[in-house]
Structure formats: structure tokens, C-alpha cells
T-cell receptor, first 114, second 111 residues
Framework: EAGVAQSPRYKIIEKRQSVAFWCNPI?????LYWYQQILGQGPKLLIQ????????DSQLPKDRFSAERLKGVDSTLKIQPAKLEDSAVYLC????????????FGPGTRLTVT | AQRVTQPEKLLSVFKGAPVELKCNYS??????LFWYVQYSRQRLQLLLR??SRESIKGFTADLNKGETSFHLKKPFAQEEDSAMYYC?????????????FGRGTSLIVHP
């Protein structure tokens, strides 16, 4: 089966600009996660979707970050406007369901904000 | 609040030597503990889960609730074990798995 796909793989923007990331989970996986991984740290969950509904977004900085999963499949994560501290790798992961412990990760998008 | 601590950023050993990657956690309830691994130029993937009590690629990890630790061990390290290892905790409430990750330990196995 094809793995989790993410694009773009790399993005460089200036502060105050906007950026969007795209994720296509494994076919049939109901749960989708977005993580932020700052250099030298472990991944931090930003938001979890179950189908097209939000399960947890308690760590999403909602003043500048937004995410959607309109049809319960693909998802986009947007940052508007970006700050220097948003420089990180953004990981998408999916699992079969909310109670499935095994998450499958995408390759990540490396964002550099200058 | 839940917290995972991996005290070593880097662990360097020679091939054939024993390896122990340390993980300590803080959580008031009953946790599920996991180890994830990321090999060079590969994706982050699950290595093992404490409930399964399996040995994966020669690695084992025992949950010690008294010491709140979940150290990853392997008796004889191989060069292909060189990777970034992350310990993670998720509440075992029967609901969603929402892991909290440690900062990771880079394991380098020299020939």
C-alpha cells in the first residue's frame, strides 16, 4: 500500500508570509494527525482528525494556524502569517482509527522562515 | 500533564556492545509507552509498544512503574541500529492515542 504523502517537501518563506502544506493519508485510514517537530525536539501534536471532525486541537496556535480535512481524506495545514519560530518539520501521520495505536508517518515538510 | 524525558541526546557505542537508551516519564494515570525509530533518510516509524512485550530487531523495553521508566535495551548493537530513537507516552484511557514524544536520542554504532 502507498504510504502517507506530503507536499511540498521543502519550503522557504519570509516572516509574515503565508504557507500551506498538504497531506494524503493511507487509503482507508480514518484518523489523521499533524505534528510540528522543531530541530532538536520530538514531534508535538498540533491537531488530530477523525474522518473530517477535529478530535484534539488543544496545541494548535489558532491565531495563525488552521487545518482542515473537508472530505475526510486529504488535509491541509496553513500558517498565516508565519513567524521565525515556525521553522520546523511538519509531519503528517495517519492510523486506521482513533483507537489504533500504530501511526504511519509521512516524509515531512521542512519549513524555513527567514 | 504528561512528560517524557530522554536524558541523552547522543549515545555512541561500538558494534557488539550492549545498548540502553533511557526514557523516564511523568504521568498521573496509567500510560501506554512506545519507542519510535527514524533511520537516516527514512520516515519515523513505530519500533515497539510496551503492552505487546515483543522483541523487535533485538530490542526490548520494560515498563517500570516504580521508577517511571521505559528504557530500550539491546544486548549486542549492530551498525544498522544507528538511528534517532524517540520514546513516547499516550494515556491508556481506551480512547484516542495522542502520543507525547521525548526529544530523542541519536544512537551511533561504530564498526
Amino acid at each position: 500500500e502507498a504510504g502517507v504523502a506530503q507536499s511540498p517537501r521543502y519550503k522557504i518563506i519570509e516572516k509574515r508570509q503565508s504557507v500551506a502544506f498538504w497531506c494524503n493519508p493511507i487509503s482507508g485510514h480514518a484518523t489523521l494527525y499533524w505534528y510540528q517537530q522543531i530541530l532538536g525536539q520530538g514531534p508535538k501534536l498540533l491537531i488530530q482528525f477523525q474522518n473530517n471532525g477535529v478530535v484534539d486541537d488543544s496545541q494548535l496556535p489558532k491565531d495563525r494556524f488552521s487545518a482542515e480535512r473537508l472530505k475526510g481524506v486529504d488535509s491541509t495545514l496553513k500558517i498565516q502569517p508565519a513567524k521565525l519560530e515556525d521553522s520546523a518539520v511538519y509531519l503528517c501521520a495517519s492510523s486506521r482509527g482513533e483507537t489504533s495505536y500504530e501511526q504511519y508517518f509521512g516524509p515531512g515538510t521542512r519549513l524555513t522562515v527567514t | 500533564a504528561q512528560r517524557v524525558t530522554q536524558p541523552e541526546k547522543l549515545l555512541s557505542v561500538f558494534k557488539g556492545a550492549p545498548v540502553e537508551l533511557k526514557c523516564n516519564y511523568s504521568y498521573s494515570g496509567s500510560p501506554e509507552l512506545f519507542w519510535y525509530v527514524q533511520y537516516s533518510r527514512q520516515r519515523l516509524q513505530l519500533l515497539l509498544r510496551h503492552i505487546s512485550r515483543e522483541s523487535i530487531k533485538g530490542f526490548t523495553a520494560d515498563l517500570n512503574k516504580g521508577e517511571t521508566s521505559f528504557h530500550l535495551k539491546k544486548p549486542f548493537a549492530q551498525e544498522e541500529d544507528s538511528a534517532m530513537y524517540y520514546c513516547a507516552l499516550s494515556p491508556a484511557s481506551g480512547g484516542s492515542y495522542i502520543p507525547t514524544f521525548g526529544r530523542g536520542t541519536s544512537l551511533i554504532v561504530h564498526p
